[in-house]
């Protein structure tokens, strides 16, 4: 039987995948809006792999995937987005259908579009070099990222929905149980409320709480079993003590 592996560096932000869909994949990640710095870091990798062990590649189809919708440069480039706002006025599944006519994607991150974080990906590899999947991505969300300020702008003259998102800090300021789905509902709200200049709790925050506050963060870093109750009470005990 052949055995899988997850290999990962230090810093957490370079990844490879042995034996699983395909024989390697090779996953990179930058903060920001910025695809090349972690192209660069998974192409260096790339460079060292096709020079020490032989790739299935045809000059026609370029790499040769599992799948054939993979095939070409095998490149998926991704940037995550918060996009509440569009989310709120109902304007995602348009967009992601406009989106799908240029050869991307835009789909939620957690199920049911739990904090309204969705992820931009371009969907086609052959045919195409890298550098123009990585335009066309970063070219689209300068669109929806204009969409987004304007909905915000909007949410922003509307008084019940500022209620809301203060309503949204209270409770987490208080609550003595907090389950995962809405904490990422909740955080969404803050987060907004961040941008909208409501109050002034900074970004790194928003993403600390997202990065550390799931189940399997939260077992890891208490270092014991915890059942799902307990997370709840963990977690709004560290929201509480996060948001003051």
Known sequence: NTSSYFIIDKDEDLSIMCNFEDHININSFAPGQNLIEAYNKANDIDDILIDNIKIAYKDNLGFLTSSPIKLGTGLKASLVLHLPALKHENLITRLASMISKLGLSLTPLYDNAKGDIYVLSNQVTLGITEKSAMDNVN?????????????????????????????????????????????????????LGISLNYFQYPYSLVGDMLYNLFDASLVDSSKSDLTKDMCDSLRAQIIREKLG
């Not at 300068?142 to 702008?153: G, L, N, P, Y």
């Not at 008084?159 to 949204?168: A, S, V």
């Not at 409770?171 to 789905?181: M, N, P, T």
């Open 139 to 191: 070219a689209v969300c300068d669109q929806i990222i204009i969409q987004e300020r304007k909905a915000r702008e909007t949410l922003k003259q509307n008084p019940d929905f500022e209620d809301r998102i203060y309503r949204t800090l209270g409770i987490l300021k208080l609550a003595r149980r907090v389950s995962v789905d809405e904490f990422l509902d909740s955080i969404s709200l803050i987060r």
